[in-house]
């Protein structure tokens, strides 16, 4: 029996799949985003594309009344809603179940997601990220560094998604 070898040093980019991560989504009219903000302790960002972070959580804006949390600790973001939602009207659902997170890093990570995705990935700030697709797959991009990308995949999808990206590590590896 022989084992298998990766060679990750010439691997073109690595696709890694992040442990599971409490997540939550999160929609309030624009009006009473900033309320919303004092009593969830969180920075909801104004600007579609925008990430902040705080202490145990990162927030992440889809548009102009929806953000992504992923939080180290549920309980209390969710006690926090539950409690302001008499006088803040919000909606706060746990979708942690939903998504697979894909780290995809390396000199050709960039290469690997502009294969499938129509967006101009190479423009996006790092810390920033977008709802986009990858080929046909409706995913969310967050930008954490110039060659490392995190990709938010609907657990449905991600055989798809995934067999794309080991294609293209293929044809990058052989220099097709």
Same mark, same amino acid.
């Given at each position: 029996?022989?084992?298998?070898?990766?060679?990750?040093?010439?691997?073109?980019?690595?696709? !890694? !799949?992040?442990?599971?991560?409490?997540?939550?989504?999160?929609?309030?009219?624009?009006?009473?985003?900033?309320?919303? #903000?004092? /009593?969830?302790?969180?920075?909801?960002?104004?600007?579609?594309?925008?990430?902040?972070?705080?202490?145990?959580?990162?927030?992440?804006?889809?548009?102009?009344?929806?953000?992504?949390?992923?939080?180290?600790?549920?309980?209390?973001?969710?006690?926090?809603?539950?409690? #302001?939602?008499?006088?803040?009207?919000?909606?706060?659902?746990?979708?942690?179940?939903?998504?697979?997170?894909? %780290?995809?890093?390396g000199a050709q990570a960039l290469?690997?997601?502009?294969?499938?995705?129509?967006?101009?990935?190479?423009?996006?700030?790092?810390?920033?990220?977008?709802r986009t697709l990858y080929d046909? /797959?409706?995913?969310?991009?967050?930008?954490?560094?110039?060659?490392?990308? %995190?990709?938010?995949?609907?657990?449905?999808?991600?055989?798809?998604?995934? #067999?794309?990206?080991?294609?293209?590590?293929?044809?990058?590896?052989?220099?097709?």
């Open positions: 029996m022989t084992t298998q070898r990766h060679d990750f040093d010439s691997a073109p980019f690595l696709i !890694e !799949e992040l442990p599971w991560h409490p997540r939550f989504s999160l929609r309030v009219r624009p009006g009473n985003r900033a309320a919303l #903000a004092a /009593a969830l302790s969180l920075d909801l960002p104004t600007a579609i594309g925008q990430r902040a972070t705080a202490a145990g959580a990162e927030v992440f804006c889809l548009g102009p009344d929806e953000w992504t949390i992923l939080v180290d600790n549920a309980a209390p973001l969710v006690a926090a809603s539950r409690n #302001a939602y008499g006088q803040i009207p919000h909606s706060l659902v746990e979708i942690s179940d939903r998504e697979i997170t894909l %780290r995809i890093s290469t690997a997601l502009t294969t499938g995705c129509p967006r101009d990935i190479e423009a996006m700030p790092v810390g920033q990220g977008a046909s /797959a409706t995913v969310t991009l967050w930008r954490d560094d110039r060659q490392d990308f %995190r990709m938010d995949v609907w657990r449905s999808f991600l055989p798809h998604v995934r #067999a794309i990206l080991d294609q293209v590590m293929v044809e990058l590896r052989s220099g097709l």
